[in-house]
């Protein structure tokens, strides 16, 4: 099995520099973020809109804290079951892992938001911008949990299941790359084309498009991966993610309706 060998053949471990060790979840992390800032950029160009090279800049590094803090954050709520309360100290511990997207999802959004406000950027076009970026990140975010043997999915008999190191000895679906390629991919390919028409699509559109689709497919997915052990099924039935997926879904539905209800022009500044 193809995958199968290329998963045992990687090493988390990227590369080390006497005591200074780099893994190939942060290198995602970082190449997620330059790819977004481009794209953003490239983007607004496109559309004609008065942003500079600062300005998507500024808006990244506030949307980078953002995610940092409320992927974290959103990890200690939603996944902790109350390990970080008895624990309070292990929630700066990121090295040893657990960021959820959701919370990184409100952080990036509020982190942009403030940098928006005090740069006099439209906050909505700001939001679309990103959300055209935004896939590539969970594209090489999904690829980091692939090779870090985590977030794997559930039993299968397939030619790509991969036998996890983690995971027992039993063949699992590889479902972190079903999510890098419909999360990733896809979605960014679908966001694309939609950005190609000028002058843009109405305010909302991207955004509305980036949940509606994540949601979904996240939603789907979670039928295959296995959901977080100190968690298990909610209800007997729907994972952690599933729960948090279904408000994206309503929430980008809603946005996509008024986008094209009210029709508002992407803008730069505001005055």
């Known amino acids: ?46 559309w004609r809109l008065d942003l500079t090279l600062d300005d998507v800049l500024n808006v990244m590094t506030g949307v980078c804290l953002g995610i940092i803090v409320g992927g974290r954050l959103g990890y200690v709520i939603f996944y902790g079951a109350g390990y970080y309360l008895a624990n309070p100290l292990a929630i700066l511990a990121v090295n040893e892992g657990g960021m959820s997207f959701h919370g990184g999802l409100v952080g990036a959004i509020v982190g942009g938001a403030i940098v928006c406000r005090s740069t006099r950027i439209n906050i909505a076009t700001a939001c679309d911008l990103i959300a055209c970026g935004a896939p590539w990140g969970l594209f090489f975010g999904r690829l980091a949990n692939f090779v870090n043997g985590e977030l794997w999915g559930k039993e299968c008999d397939l030619p790509w299941g991969v036998m996890f190191e983690t995971g027992g000895n039993v063949y699992r679906h590889p479902s ?24 843009p699509r109405p305010q909302g559109t991207f955004m509305g498009a980036f949940l509606v689709w994540y949601g979904v497919c996240r939603f789907l997915i979670e039928f295959v991966r296995v959901p977080d052990i100190q968690l298990g099924y909610l209800f007997g039935f729907v994972t952690m993610g599933q729960l948090l997926s279904l408000p994206l879904i309503f929430v980008g539905a809603w946005l996509l309706v008024r986008a094209r209800r009210e029709a508002r022009p992407q803008v730069g500044h505001v005055d």
């Open 1 to 46: 099995m193809f995958l199968n060998d290329l998963y045992h053949a990687l090493d988390p471990v990227a590369f080390s520099l006497g005591p200074l060790t780099v893994r190939w979840y942060g290198l995602a992390y970082l190449t997620g973020f330059v790819l977004a800032g481009i794209i953003m950029y490239r983007t607004a160009r496109r």
């Open 176 to 199: 972190q790359l079903y999510e890098a390629l419909l999360e990733g991919v896809a979605l960014f390919f679908v966001l694309w084309a939609l950005s190609r028409k000028v002058p």
